[in-house]
């Protein structure tokens, strides 16, 4: 029984994670990150964020999941933006190029926000986490060299 609920388990979350759309980390309406909530990353989860807290920076809208976490974000926002505004970290470091992100997909390091592609390419799924977990202290240091051009 415990074996096929773990399998049940398996397959729901392989299913919602290659639903995800791929987006842009603003799109044409100015919503930040699919409406993520950018705090909530830093719990170690991918959480979407509320119209009823909202703020505007940059020029873009972040939604969040809670009034602390607005609040926490509007203290000190620079913290909690994603690394190359928000583009596929991997993409950046590794291609020199900007991937749209699938927002469930992240990497907290070193208390910086890491947003990475997973979804479908040429055919298969492609989560370019995996790479990035392969070989993140060089990605990091190519990305932050590779950003300064893009």
Do not use: H
């Not at 920076?57 to 939604?63: D, G, R, S, V």
Request: glycine share 8%; hydrophobic share 35%; charged share 20%.
């Amino acid at each position: 029984m415990r074996t096929l609920k773990n399998l049940i388990f398996v397959f729901i979350v392989t299913i919602s994670t290659t639903l995800t759309a791929q987006i842009a980390p603003i799109d044409d309406n100015g919503l930040a990150i699919g409406g993520y909530d950018l705090v909530a990353y830093f719990s170690g989860e991918a959480q979407k964020g509320s119209e009823v807290y909202k703020t505007k920076y940059n020029k873009a809208t972040y939604l969040f999941s809670s009034k602390e976490n607005l609040e926490i974000f509007k203290k000190n926002p620079t913290q909690y933006l994603p690394q190359y505004d928000g583009y596929c970290a991997w993409g950046v470091g590794e291609k020199n190029t900007k991937f749209p992100i699938n927002p469930e997909t992240f990497d907290i390091v070193d208390g910086k926000l890491y947003l990475f592609f997973n979804g479908p390419f040429k055919g298969k799924t492609f989560n370019t986490l995996l790479p990035w977990n392969a070989n993140t202290s060089s990605l990091i240091v190519k990305a932050d060299k590779n950003w300064k051009k893009l």
